[in-house]
């Protein structure tokens, strides 16, 4: 009988871990995007619930008898664990963004290609950010960050079905959103500086020499700049951006 009790209370808490866990890695950047199989994420989401469950069984409530809070534990556990992974999905566009205006700067508009980690169109150097943000995430072991990051939640959001702070998950979403886009901005800095230099420029030469074609001389220009630009600003933008990115995380979830 003892037996018994003690494989329902394992298995309770091994569901309400994997609602929680799933529903997060599936938004998770690397592990929850769209190019790694689907049956990859659900071995990897099991075995992390697996690992998970013995250590906080303790902090995880009783099985209830009533069938209707059950569903409401399961499904407060799916939404903390899908604004988690917003969160970390929403953080990781900033490169994205960073990418378009560096492409609008640079004369890259138009290339637009496949972008993996955000799973739509995107501009040519966004894709090859948001890539390589992918990708540091894993060299410097970030990813073990984010799955500590959901390991935390349980001190900040109880796995209690009582998590009504919806206003207070759309708050952070929104600044998130404001915070990623921000740096986004401040990436691509240097390259809006370098365009107005450059637009300026060859605004006063085209009314200077009217009959000039502008045009012709100043999208080569740009390209060649741009390029320029971005082999220098390059890697300190991207290592600005991953130490903001884990900045970020560990201010919202208490992650070290």
């Known amino acids: 009988m003892q037996f018994d009790i003690f494989i329902a209370d394992g298995l309770f808490a091994f569901l309400l871990i994997f609602s929680r866990v799933g529903s997060a ?19 990897f989401v099991v075995a992390i619930s697996f690992v998970m469950t013995p250590v906080l069984s303790n902090v995880l409530p009783s099985p209830p008898s009533d069938f209707l809070f059950f569903v409401v534990l399961v499904l407060s556990e799916v939404m903390v664990g899908l604004f988690i992974g917003t969160v970390m999905r929403v953080l990781i566009s900033s490169l ?14 138009n290339a637009l290609v496949f972008n993996a980690v ?3 169109q995107g501009s040519l150097i966004g894709a090859m950010f ?10 410097t072991n970030m990813h073990h ?14 796995a209690d ?10 708050e952070v979403i929104v600044r998130s959103v404001n915070i990623a886009f921000n740096v986004g901005v401040q990436m691509a800095a240097p390259f809006i500086v370098v ?4 637009y ?3 605004g006063i030469l085209g009314r200077l020499m009217p009959q000039l074609q502008v045009f012709f001389l100043a999208l080569p220009a740009q390209i060649f700049l741009s390029l320029i630009t971005l082999s220098m600003v390059f890697s300190a933008g991207i290592l600005m951006w991953l130490a903001f990115y884990e900045d970020q995380i560990a201010t919202l979830f208490g992650a070290s």
């Open 145 to 158: 960050f984010l799955l500590k990051s959901i390991f935390e939640s349980y001190s900040i959001f109880a």
């Open 118 to 120: 955000a799973g739509s």
């Open 200 to 202: 300026s420029g060859f």
């Open 25 to 43: 890695v599936m938004l998770m950047p690397g592990i929850g995007d769209s190019f790694v199989p689907t049956n990859i994420r659900l071995m």
């Open 161 to 170: 079905g009582l998590f009504l702070e919806a206003e207070s998950m759309a």
């Open 130 to 139: 948001s890539i390589l943000g992918v990708v540091l995430l894993m060299v």
């Open 195 to 198: 365009g107005l230099l450059l």
């Open 96 to 109: 994205d963004t960073a990418g378009m205006v560096i492409s609008l700067q640079s004369g890259f508009s």
